[in-house]
T-cell receptor, first 113, second 117 residues
């Protein structure tokens, strides 16, 4: 079945620095790749997503890149702020139905003031 | 407020008991899900329903039985609770593929923290 790997599992950066989280997926039929942010004690919330017809997408300080050939995608956060501290999950699904979303194991990001 | 809501928020119970968690969404979505998040934060899909029909059942023990009385509600009943069932359970909903709206995005409820002692 589909498997999504995510690295690193934990990441600490100084405020203002950039953070990069990388994911790989196994199912070549996957064509929708969302990223969720989960703050401590809260629910996961979508922060950005990318579909397979696009190689890169940016929304203010966050950007996602996708390499379908290599089956990997990455989240980039620039000018990190303490409020970016959270667990980030990448995910993959088949956009034909979106019914089954497979999540990566998560990356715990700490931004040090 | 348009949202996905769950009750209860916390549930503490003893091994062997039976308990239910309720979920409701007023977003007009057709698809609803149950996820289990364990202590290591792994987020794993358990069930998915589309318009009251079960479409995904991820090898979850038979002790877990979802029920969807209508497309706005998806409840989870757990029989004979075990220690390993302790986790946070999230309900979620999404727009059906092929319809208008932000297809693919999952809207999560606030979670139910289940502790089995």
């Amino acid at each position: 079945g589909e498997n999504v790997e995510q690295h690193p599992s934990t990441l600490s950066v100084q405020e203002g620095d950039s953070a990069v989280i990388k994911c790989t997926y196994s199912d070549s039929a996957s064509n929708y790749f969302p990223w969720y942010k989960q703050e401590l004690g809260k629910r996961p919330q979508l922060i950005i997503d990318i579909r397979s017809n696009v190689g890169e997408k940016k929304d203010q300080r966050i950007a996602v890149t996708l390499n379908k050939t290599a089956k990997h995608f990455s989240l980039h956060i620039t000018e990190t702020q303490p409020e970016d501290s959270a667990v980030y999950f990448c995910a993959a699904s088949n956009g034909a139905s979106y019914d089954k979303v497979i999540f990566g194991p998560g990356t715990s990001l700490s931004v040090i003031p | 407020d348009t949202a996905v809501s769950q009750t209860p928020k916390y549930l503490v119970t003893q091994m062997g008991n039976d308990k239910s968690i309720k979920c409701e969404q007023n977003l007009g979505h057709d698809t609803m899900y149950w996820y289990k998040q364990d202590s290591k934060k792994f987020l794993k899909i358990m069930f998915s329903y589309n318009n009251k029909e079960l479409i995904i059942n991820e090898t979850v023990p038979n002790r877990f039985s979802p029920k969807s009385p209508d497309k706005a509600h998806l409840n989870l009943h757990i029989n004979s609770l075990e220690l390993g069932d302790s986790a946070v359970y999230f309900c979620a909903s999404s727009v059906q593929a092929g319809t208008s709206g932000r297809v693919g995005e999952q809207y999560f409820g606030p979670g139910t923290r289940l502790t089995v002692t």
